[in-house]
Structures are given as C-alpha cells and as structure tokens.
C-alpha cells in the first residue's frame, strides 16, 4: 500500500498516457510503439534501457501474436519486470549478517536525503530487533553531525563523533571499535557529500573505506549510494562517478514520492547493473521501503 501511495505522482502520469495511448490505437503498429517509447522516456527510463525493452516487446507481440493493444498493457508490465530483474545475480536484500557486527557505508552528495535516509534505515533495523550504531562521517558540511544527533535522538540510536573539521577516518576508527565493544548488530556509517571537490571526496572515501575494512575484516558489507530520484539523469551520472571511484553495493533510491519520473529505477538498474535496495516514500521516520519490482511495476500501473 505504501509503495502505491509513493508511486502516486509517476503512475498519475506514466499509467494516464498509456492507457490513452492503448484507447487511441487499436492496433498494435510501429507508430503504437513510438508513442510508447516517449511516453517511457518521459518518465526516465532511460533512452537505453527503453531501446532495449521496446525490442523485447516488439519480440513477444510478434511471438505470441498479438493484435490489440489492451493486450499489451500486461506484457508492458512482464517485461518491466524481467529488464529490472535481469540485471544481474546480486541480491536485492541488504547484506546483514545473522549473528555479529554489520557495517553499512552510506555515501552520496549532499542534499539527496542522506542522513534522513539514515535515520530511517536505523529506526528500520531496529524494528527489525538490530542495536544500531551512527558514525558521524560528515565532518565537512556545517551542521552534519547536529542533523545526525538529531536523527539518533529520534530513532533511539547512539552516534559516534567528533568535532566538525576532524579527520573522517578517525571518527569510524572509533566508531568501529565503540560497535566492537559494544557488540552491536549494525553500524551505519555516514560520509561527506560534496562534490565539487571530486577527487578530494573519492579519496576521503577510500580512506574512511580502508580503515573500515582494517578495523573489520569482511567490511563494509554495504556500501549503499543515496540518489534523489527527482534528479532524474543527474542522478544517473552521480551513480557512475561514485562507482567509479569506490564499489558501490546498492541504491536508496529517495523522494520517489516527489517525482512522476519513477522510471529512473529501471535506468539505474539496467545501465549501472546495480540493484536498487532501498527506496525512501516520504520524509516520515517509516517512508524507507525495501524495493520490490513487483511490486513498484504493479504500482506503477495499479
Ligand atoms: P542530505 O544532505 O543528503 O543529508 O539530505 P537530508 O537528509 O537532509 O534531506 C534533504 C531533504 O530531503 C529533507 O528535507 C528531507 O526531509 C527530504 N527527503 C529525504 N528523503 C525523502 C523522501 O524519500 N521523500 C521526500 N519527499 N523527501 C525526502
């Protein structure tokens, strides 16, 4: 229900045009196609990603021989499905260990809803029955680790600090060894988000990684890239500088409520072939979702 709810904005669009589109052509033909084709690339799916979907639908009209185009609604919704689950072999859950420490590295520029989306993520988990712990890995922005404190407060979560300006690896060294001792479940490690400065970031990145994975072998075992989904193609080019500066493991995908180009879910996954893990629905403490493609598909047409 809740993902119908957040998907209001794309569906009111994306479903309104198809279904005009399916009632103003009763024939399936080339020109069907087209229109289908804007309409997809209107809501960002991605001129790739929808080449390659309006080939397969071609494929499966001709195959299964279909003339109406009421018919093809259903197909629309299958091969969506299928271009967003052929991706790869990577699963689409978060990485949590059973038993044992858990470290998640949140990265992403400022502004995309970060530290929301780790305040929501902390308050999921602890749910869930996990004890969290908060690294407070921004030290550059004014205000970043006050946001966090806040976010902890909120939740019931502790945070790990120092002063704003100090070296970020040094926070998560600590942190790490404050997760250690205090053997909690999940430590969820924030980072700083400017871009303009891209090298510096990466490198600071590959850093705050390193000690991580010093400090705990096996770590991180996420590094999760936050997105705003009202970016649209931007949000497409920051997933390809990140992942090319550290492995990226998974996508939280926010402010999927904000947007009628829901579409970029589909991009994402099928250009970057990494899998969207998390989707944020709204700025409430429980608007954080774990994605279902079937349910967003559905959702997208419901
Ligand atoms: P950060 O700079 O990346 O840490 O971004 P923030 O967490 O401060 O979020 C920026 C703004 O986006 C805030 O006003 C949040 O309430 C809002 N926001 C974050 N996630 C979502 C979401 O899923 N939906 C909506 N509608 N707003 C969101």
Known sequence: EKFKEGLT???????????????RYRKVDEEF??????????????VSTVMELIDQL?????????????????VIS??????????????????IEREGLSIILVVGVNGVGKTTTIGKLANKLKNEGKSVLLAAGDTFRAGAIDQLEVWGQRVGVDVIKQSEGSD???????AVQAAKSRKVDV?????????QNKVNLMKELEKVKRVIEREFPGAPHEVLLVLDA????????????FSEATEVTGIVLT?????????????????????????????KVDDLMEFNAEQYVYGLFA
């Open 9 to 23: 904005k794309t569906r009111d669009s994306f479903s309104e045009r198809v279904n005009d589109l399916v009632a």
């Open 33 to 46: 196609f087209e229109e289908l084709e804007e309409i997809l690339i209107a809501a960002d799916v991605g």
């Open 58 to 74: 071609q494929m499966e009209v001709k195959r299964r021989n279909i003339q109406d185009t009421k018919e093809v609604q259903a």
């Open 78 to 95: 299958e091969k969506l499905i299928e271009i967003y689950q052929g991706g790869d072999e990577s699963s689409p859950q978060l990485n």
């Open 168 to 174: 970020p690896a040094a926070v998560m060294f600590d």
């Open 187 to 195: 430590l969820i490690c924030d980072t700083a988000g400017r871009l």
């Open 230 to 241: 009202t970016t649209g193609q931007n949000a497409l080019t920051q997933a390809k500088t």
């Open 255 to 283: 402010k999927l409520d904000g947007t009628a180009k829901g579409g970029i879910v589909l991009a994402i996954r099928n250009e970057l072939k990494i899998p969207v893990k998390l989707v944020g629905l709204g700025e």
